[in-house]
T-cell receptor, first 114, second 114 residues
């Protein structure tokens, strides 16, 4: 069965510093996708970044990068130069198999301090 | 603008009173899905649809029904709501079932059943 584990329920980071949010996954599918979503207090789910299981390079999108270590089954999100607006819940998710659904972790609440 | 819309955004109802949450996407996506989000549990899939007239159960389908009569619409039906269905509901769509490609989420519907 597929599973996503986020071990950090909450984290604090100082404004302008970098922060890493941890995510490990488990799957027997050879082909899968890994995603990070941001959920601010307003509730919407905002797509941040995607990494395919066959991608050779780590994905980057602006201040977001995904540290993909396939052998360790980890897909950590790195946010560089944190901003106050980055305070939110962050969810790691995986998509694979035939059902097409996203399997979500329980999330990490990030708080950015001024 | 490419988007997934849900209505209503907020709903308070009483036990047993049938309700429908509508979902519509304008991206011609094949795949649509419903999730519910509960504190500490992340998002869990309720039902999904790979195409018109093709629907299937997700991880938590009990108490819910769906239909997919048109490609763009995927309503969620609660025939007899109960308090344990109080939750934040998201509709999502994606171009395909495969592991690549993000799922686009609607803004969410916050349902309270008293």
């Amino acid at each position: 069965a597929q599973k996503i584990t986020q071990t950090q329920p909450g984290m604090f980071v100082q404004e302008k510093e970098a922060v890493t949010l941890d995510c490990t996954y488990d799957t027997s599918d050879p082909s899968y996708g890994l995603f990070w979503y941001k959920q601010p207090s307003s509730g919407e789910m905002i797509f941040l970044i995607y990494q395919g299981s066959y991608d050779q390079q780590n994905a980057t999108e602006g201040r977001y990068s995904l540290n993909f270590q396939k052998a360790r089954k980890s897909a950590n999100l790195v946010i560089s130069a944190s901003q106050l607006g980055d305070s939110a819940m962050y969810f790691c998710a995986m998509k694979g198999g035939s059902q097409g659904n996203l399997i979500f972790g329980k999330g990490t609440k990030l708080s950015v301090k001024p | 603008e490419a988007q997934v819309t849900q209505n209503p955004r907020y709903l308070i109802t009483v036990t047993g009173k049938k309700l429908t949450v509508t979902c519509s996407q304008n991206m011609n996506h094949e795949y649509m899905s419903w999730y519910r989000q509960d504190p500490g549990l992340g998002l869990r899939q309720i039902y999904y649809s790979m195409n018109v007239e093709v629907t299937d159960k997700g991880d938590v389908p009990e108490g819910y029904k769906v239909s997919r009569k048109e490609k763009r619409n995927f309503p969620l039906i609660l025939e007899s709501p109960s308090p344990n269905q109080t939750s934040l509901y998201f509709c999502a769509s994606s171009l395909s079932v495969g592991p690549a490609g993000e799922q686009y989420f609607g803004p969410g519907t916050r349902l309270t059943v008293t």
